[in-house]
């Protein structure tokens, strides 16, 4: 059974998360990532109605995490994605290979889930993403 080292609330270009931490550290060397979606630091929704300019936010949401918890996209493990529109895919794949390509080269993106949902805790938000990440 692990223990829960830390967990992380305040993260530099992240806005603040009310009553959740952003990421919680375990003493079996992985960190859970909650779910991010499309907004910036000061919490203002980032690219309404677009798929594309919502992933790459909720992606650099989740590299400011990664970064904190001293890791990159190399220390993925598995990434859970929940989309409310299944037919921009491919603008999702773009934009994660977008992040991932640079780190991974040629390796396999990490484990991965996607599910199709009705809709998020805010109607403007198409994508939501959580992590589980390997430190160290």
Do not use: C
């Not at 931490?21 to 929704?45: F, K, M, W």
């Not at 599910?115 to 993403?129: D, K, S, T």
Request: proline share 4%; aromatic share 6%.
């Amino acid at each position: 059974m692990a223990n829960i080292n830390e967990r992380l609330t305040d993260i530099p270009g992240v806005a603040p998360g009310f009553g959740y931490a952003h990421a919680v550290t375990t003493s079996n060397g992985l960190a859970y990532i909650s779910g991010q979606v499309a907004v910036d630091a000061d919490g203002t929704l980032v690219g309404e109605n677009d798929m594309a300019a919502q992933t790459r936010q909720a992606l650099t949401n989740l590299q400011h995490i990664l970064h904190a918890l001293g890791t990159d996209w190399t220390g993925l493990v598995k990434l859970t994605w929940f989309v409310t529109d299944t037919a921009q895919l491919q603008d999702i794949r773009d934009v994660r290979d977008e992040f991932l390509r640079p780190a991974l080269g040629d390796l396999p993106n990490p484990a991965s889930s996607l599910i199709r949902v009705a809709g998020l805790f805010r109607p403007e938000f198409l994508i939501e993403v959580e992590a589980v990440v390997a430190l160290g």
